[in-house]
């Protein structure tokens, strides 16, 4: 998962948390946004990415 540090700051936590109670075999891994509107999910490098586009 691909998010701001803000975002990630304020759910990471508790998404994690969630994840982990309904599916514990899942391992989630945080990632800072690098450049908005990069390339990574249609690569497959990141299943989900969690900003604002555009100003």
Not at 8 to 21: E, F, K, Y
Not at 22 to 46: C, M, N, T, Y
Request: proline share 9%; charged share 20%; glycine share 12%.
């Amino acid at each position: 998962m691909r998010g701001t540090e803000l975002l990630l700051v304020a759910l990471a936590g508790s998404l994690a948390d969630r994840i982990h109670a309904q599916a514990p075999d899942v391992d989630v891994v945080f990632l800072p946004e690098v450049v908005e509107g990069g390339p990574a999910p249609r690569q497959g490098l990141v299943d989900v990415e969690l900003g604002v586009l555009g100003p």
